[in-house]
C-alpha cells in the first residue's frame, strides 16, 4: 500500500498523518497530486467540529494539483495537466443526475465534508469536476478557481446594472463579490459591514457573505419593494423573518450555489493580477497549525497549504 501525508480529522482533532494513498478504482476518474490548497470558512467549521462530518475525514474543498493517471473512459485530461476541482460531487443516479443536470443533484457530496478532500498529497475526482488550468495561471489562483465560482454565482441572480446593490461584509468574499461584479459591469454596489449601517429602501438587491444572526428583518427593511435578498452562506445561522415585511415589500428570497467553473477560471486569467491582496501566507503542509491559527485570525486573505 502506498502512504501518503494528509490532514485527518478523527475523533475530534485534527493531526497530520500517513494515510492510504487513493487509486483509481473505476470508470471515468483522475487521480491527481495537490500542489497547493486554500483554507475557508468550511474547512475550519469542519475541524473545529461545527459541521458534522464522517470519520476519519481529510477536509478541503479549493485545491490545484497535476494529473498523475487517469481511468479508462477519460478523454480530456492527461498526466501531467495542472487543474482544479468543482468539490461539489453529484451522486451520478439521481433523477437530476439521469436528466444530465448535476448541479440540481440533491445527494450531492461536498469534497472534504462527506468524503476525503484535498489536505492531501493525493486525491481521486470523477473527471467530470475536473478542470484543467492554463499555464498563465498560478497555483494560488487555481486553487482560488473554487471561491471565485462561489462569488459568481451571484450573476445566477435575476440583478442587472442599472440595479443598486448592497453587499455586506469586510471580508475577502465580499470583497471578491465586490470585484467581480464591478468587472461585469455593476456600479451602483454599497459595501457595509451589516445591513442596519444602510438607510432605509437602499437598494434593489443585496447579497450576504455570513451573517452573525439569523435575523434578516434589517435586510428586508433595507430593501426596496421588489427587492431581492441572495443568500449564500451555507452555514448562517437559521434564518428568521417576518412574513408581512417579506409580503409587504413583495421581496424574493434568493438562494445561489455556484457559477461555472470554466468561467471562473477565464476570469481568474484575466485578473489574477488584481486579486494578489486576497491571498494571504503560502505554508508547507507541515505547519498546518500555523495556517489554521492564520484563517482563524482573519476572513481579509486566503490562506493556502502546500502539499508538493
Ligand atoms: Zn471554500
Ligand atoms: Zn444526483
Known sequence: MTEMQALIKAKGTVSLQSAAQPQLTGLDQVLIRVHTAGLCRTDLAVMRGLLPTPEPLIPGHEFSGTVIAVSEGVKDLNPGQRVTAMPVLPCFSCYACRARQHENCLQAQILGVHCDGAFAEYLVLPAAQVYALPDSLSWEAGAFAEPVAAAAAILDAPISVQMTGAILGRGRIAELSERLLRSQGFDKILRVEKASDLEP?????????????????????SLRPGGQLIVKSRHLPQLELSPALLIQRRIRLQGVYYGSFAWAIQWLEAHQSRLQDLWGAVLPAQQWEKAIALAEAGESAKIFLRWN
Open 201 to 221: 429602501d437602499a437598494c434593489d438587491w443585496m447579497i450576504e457573505t455570513g451573517l452573525a444572526t439569523g435575523d434578516l428583518s434589517p435586510l428586508l427593511k
